[in-house]
Nanobody, 118 residues
Framework: QVQLVESGGGLVQAGGSLRLSCAASGSTFRVSAFGWYRQAPGKQRELVAQISRLGSTAYADSVKGRFTIARDNAKNTVYLQMNSLKPEDTAVYYC????WGSGSLDYWGQGTQVTVSS
């Protein structure tokens, strides 16, 4: 089992910045990659950014150049630095952990609300 707790959401004006944190605990040695997803009202959950255990990263086209995902292995914490925020970034942001192997599992945090005002 992997437990994930997000923090750092809030209300910000367009053009502003926020940093989300995701503290992981439990069987984190089983995790192959961490990711940040978001879900806006009436829309499907989408992948925003992902970072592998070795540190390789991937981003949704809509956030490239504005968001940065990073991890602190010593603290078992994953961050999402969000700059130049836009109203369309408004959503609930979820931290995800995916485990290794053919029977990989997905674990989710409770989500944190990000609201960007125009």
């Amino acid at each position: 089992q992997v437990q994930l707790v997000e923090s750092g959401g809030g209300l910000v004006q367009a053009g502003g910045s926020l940093r989300l944190s995701c503290a992981a605990s439990g069987s984190t040695f089983r995790v192959s990659a961490f990711g940040w997803y978001r879900q806006a009202p009436g829309k499907q959950r989408e992948l925003v950014a992902q970072i592998s255990r070795l540190g390789s990263t991937a981003y949704a086209d809509s956030v490239k150049g504005r968001f940065t995902i990073a991890r602190d292995n010593a603290k078992n914490t994953v961050y999402l630095q969000m700059n130049s925020l836009k109203p369309e970034d408004t959503a609930v942001y979820y931290c995800n952990a995916r485990t290794w192997g053919s029977g990989s599992l997905d674990y989710w945090g409770q989500g944190t609300q990000v609201t960007v005002s125009s």
